[in-house]
């Protein structure tokens, strides 16, 4: 007879099979299920070294995997200042007086998470607003997404002043440094001039990183996740990841996906295709707690600040592109996206649509932020048109947040050159394509 490791009786147990089916105890053998079932039934697994637990019928259901995770951010927000729950600036301002008074004079202090559009002054913070609580400290707190507000002191530590440029407009995604009447940098900053500030931070350190996805690993331990999909990581931090499985402490299974064109910094993205290709790995290297899943891009920005890339213009914002919708060939497709879009380019299409060819021919799956509708079905038109060029059903490529998917996005893959693949391609958030 083989014997359990340990039974878990009197439980609620949800199985989540196709019948629906409840159980009231549980066996587990080298870290699996090995049973499910009544008391009874599962007491016949009990050995001399099994060890019993009962559940005095609290409820039991699988863990929870989330396909789109950055546990890594998550740990470092949860060691700086969590602003997901804040409802004003004033709110902001009593986390922030707070974290100051534990921190050394001079130090850096971050934070993550507001979002103006909650708060009950209806703006965003500026560096005024900081001034008042951590005058003494570089302070840099990014929005939800896409922007961050810093205060007098991180200005002057990175060297910004009135005198500052802009990222040059030709550059995508480059957004801006924001500035008062008077001409004067108000602590916001958007899309790439994000980096002006955040070149002025010290890194993180390896024992830094290590300490953020071990403080991820037991917050998501406490709500039930058991899997992430972390999109997008930098080498450095996907060693850190390696660092924290072999000391045994990465308790969440962790699926990395490489960060590439318009994840990286703008100036490694050169250096991206040798970098990949010299890792000597692709999709599926690696073993059940942790695992090099796909290459990661970032094609477009976001809904919410009106960077996503859409087929029509945003609300009072007429005149901003061109609404025209043409089917064409995938070389049109993208140079007409790339003329006049609405909504931002953060990767130059062509070249988007040159690399999802590339990583796929090497074996990679791709996972694609796209938002805005016209970038979704480009990328879904990248996706078919790679698939057609060379069939390989080992691959499953990915878009995420795929907030308004088109009925053309769900058509694009079920072509005739394509129908007897395996399923290719899921939209997470979404809406699931394939081409079965």
Not at 170 to 176: Q, T
Not at 227 to 237: A, F
């Amino acid at each position: 007879m083989v014997y359990a490791d340990s039974i878990y009786l009197n439980a609620h147990i949800i199985t989540v099979d196709r019948g629906g089916t409840r159980a009231q105890a549980l066996a587990v053998r080298d870290g699996r299920f090995a049973a499910v079932g009544t008391d009874e039934q599962i007491k016949e697994w009990r050995g001399a070294r099994t060890e019993v637990i009962d559940l005095r019928g609290q409820t039991v259901m699988p863990g929870l995997i989330d396909a789109h995770n950055h546990l890594l951010s998550t740990g470092r927000v949860l060691r700086a200042i969590p602003l997901f729950g804040a409802r004003s600036i004033a709110e902001v301002k009593a986390k922030l007086r707070e974290r100051a008074a534990l921190t050394p004079q001079g130090q850096w202090i971050s934070g993550r998470g507001w979002d103006e559009s909650l708060f009950a002054e209806g703006r965003a913070p500026t560096r005024h607003d900081l001034d008042e609580v951590a005058p003494d400290h570089p302070v840099v707190l990014h929005r939800v997404w896409n922007k961050l507000v810093c205060n007098s002191l991180a200005l002057q530590t990175a060297g910004i002043t009135r005198e500052t440029p802009d990222p040059p407009h030709d550059v995508l995604y480059a957004g801006r440094i924001a500035r008062d009447e008077h001409g004067e940098p108000t602590g916001l900053f958007t899309d790439r001039a994000k980096q002006l500030i955040e070149k002025a931070m010290p890194p993180p350190s390896d024992a830094e990183l290590q300490a953020s996805i071990e403080t991820a690993c037991r917050a998501y331990n406490a709500a039930g996740i058991t899997t992430v999909v972390e999109p997008g990581l930098l080498p450095r931090e996907i060693r850190a990841f390696q660092q924290v499985r072999e000391r045994g402490r990465l308790t969440v299974r962790s699926r990395l996906c490489v960060a590439a064109w318009g994840m990286a910094p703008l100036e490694e993205e050169a250096r991206l295709k040798d970098r990949i290709e010299g890792m000597g790995v692709t999709s599926g290297f690696g073993d059940e707690w942790l695992k090099v899943d796909a290459i990661k891009f970032m094609p477009d920005g976001g809904v919410g600040d009106r960077t996503a890339l859409m087929f029509e213009p945003y609300l009072n914002e007429p005149g901003t592109g061109e609404a025209a919708r043409t089917h064409h060939s995938v070389n049109e497709q993208a140079t007409r996206a790339r003329l006049r879009p609405y909504g931002q380019h953060v990767v130059d299409p062509e070249l988007f649509y040159e690399m999802v060819q590339w990583a796929h021919d090497q074996g990679w799956s791709v996972e694609t932020h796209a938002c805005g509708d016209r970038m979704i079905e480009l990328t879904a038109e990248a996706y078919a048109d790679a698939v057609k060029r060379n069939p390989a059903p080992r691959v499953r490529h990915r878009i995420h947040h795929a907030y308004l998917p088109t009925a053309r996005d769900l058509l694009v893959l079920p072509l005739e050159e394509v129908k007897e693949l395996k399923p290719v391609m899921t939209v997470v958030g979404g809406q699931h394509i394939s081409t079965g």
